[in-house]
């Protein structure tokens, strides 16, 4: 195979490669169950909800060594997650190296958009979290803008310098508020899946994983318990 070939072949392969990552990513979100396709609502979130600065950071203790593995179990759960680092370099033979590393081990920081109530206790069930970083037995909240003085000069500190990647932080943050929206006492939401499917309700409480609804059945009032993707707010 000439060269001439070779390279119309890898132009060929990263045509379409683009072209499928596109369909992925301008495409409705579809759930493939091995029958028929079934497309769900979308929800709507404003930029200014995800941005990294507008969430609330908490410190996660985790098993050291493993905060990777961590990071992967939280976004399969939609929350947004990061391991805090500090830039650093090191001048060598005329050349300036830039990296960043970990402030200490076993350390993850965990983002939550919006306004609902903070579960924590969802993310402590897991063997390799062991708790949060607390301050008089509560989840102490890291500011997102701080300073310090250090040797005279006054830094700047808080969550927006141990952040390598806001951009993966603003997607995690979006997924988190597409899987948990959030529902307000007194909101109308319809069923959508279930054998309640079409009914609307009143919301009588919620939390990040279900949502408490008021169905009328037969002509009483019955307080059933969703997951919270199964319900959208009615029109």
Request: with cysteine; glycine share 8%; net charge positive.
């Amino acid at each position: 195979m000439t060269r001439e070939n070779i390279e119309r072949a890898y132009s060929k392969r990263a045509r379409r490669i683009q072209r499928k990552a596109v369909a992925r990513a301008s495409g409705p979100a579809i759930r493939s169950v091995g029958q028929e396709e079934v497309i769900r609502p979308q929800t709507l979130v404003t930029r200014a909800v995800i941005e990294p600065e507008n969430l609330r950071w908490y410190g996660l203790c985790v098993e050291s060594n493993r905060e990777e593995r961590v990071i992967q179990v939280l976004d399969l759960c939609s929350v947004p997650a990061a391991i805090p680092t500090v830039a650093k370099h090191k001048v060598r033979r005329g050349k300036v190296f830039r990296w960043r590393s970990p402030i200490c081990h076993g350390l993850v920081m965990v983002g939550f958009p919006g306004t609902s109530p903070i579960q924590f206790h969802e993310l402590t069930r897991f063997g390799l979290v062991h708790g949060f970083v607390r301050h008089a037995g509560v989840p102490r909240q890291i500011p997102w803008a701080a300073s310090y003085e250090q040797d005279g000069k006054v830094k700047r500190g808080g969550v927006q310098t141990l952040l390598a990647d806001l951009e993966a932080v603003r997607v995690g943050a979006a997924k988190y508020m597409r899987m948990h929206p959030a529902y307000e006492q007194g909101d109308v939401v319809r069923i959508e899946e279930g054998p309640f499917a079409g009914h609307k309700g009143e919301v009588i409480g919620s939390t990040n994983l279900d949502v408490q609804v008021l169905l009328t059945l037969f002509g009483r009032a019955s307080p059933t318990t969703m997951a919270i993707g199964d319900v959208v707010k009615a029109a």
